[in-house]
């Protein structure tokens, strides 16, 4: 008789991030709990609705609008790019939250959503409306997380990762704002 091979499964982790790093890193933080730092960015149009936002030395975010919108739909329109940072913040909050209590992910992706509506035509004559009446009024996230943990340790790990996200955050909240010529 022939032996019977038995399947295995194999599991592989995301690339972890230094976790003694972070540890320094949080240990600043809580030695500092006042220090900022500044993020920058030059953003130039290009023409119609397209604009490239440099930062650093990378290479340029393209920003359009959808063709209803009277862009050329060659890039995400703003709103989208809005919530990439936010998926983007979240699955570094997360990952770090994950690495401090010492659990591997094997898997995390981030389906986000956004009610948004421009029935004031960006100001240019559309309907007349205040602050609170404008920009996303919901946002929805669903997390797929997989790790060496039970699902309510994963769960706890993206809720804390949740509040303290600085862009979901400066999303929530309030935060000054000043705007005028250069």
């Known amino acids: 008789m022939s032996a019977v091979i038995e399947p295995t499964t194999v599991k592989t982790h995301l690339r972890p991030i230094d976790r003694d790093g972070l540890m320094a890193f949080a240990a600043a933080g809580r030695g500092n709990p ?3 730092g500044t993020n920058k960015v030059k ?5 119609q609705y397209r604009s490239l936002s440099y930062v650093g ?3 340029p975010v393209v920003v359009d609008e959808p063709l209803h919108l009277f ?3 060659t890039a995400p329109a703003p709103g989208e790019i809005v919530l990439s940072a936010l998926g983007g913040c979240l699955a570094v909050g997360i990952t770090a939250v994950a690495t401090w209590k010492q659990v591997p992910l094997s898997k995390l992706e981030l389906f986000l959503e956004g009610d948004i509506g421009n029935p004031a035509a960006w100001g240019a004559g559309g309907a007349e409306m205040l602050p609170p ?5 919901a946002i929805r996230v669903k997390v797929v997380i997989e790790g060496d943990a039970p699902r309510e340790v994963l769960d706890e790990i993206v809720k804390h990762a949740n509040f303290y996200s600085p862009v979901a955050n400066s999303m929530r909240n309030p935060i000054a704002f000043d705007i005028g010529l250069a």
């Open 34 to 36: 006042a220090k900022r």
């Open 43 to 47: 953003t130039v149009m290009e023409g």
């Open 57 to 59: 030395d990378h290479a």
């Open 71 to 73: 862009g050329e739909n």
């Open 133 to 137: 009446q404008m920009g996303f009024q």
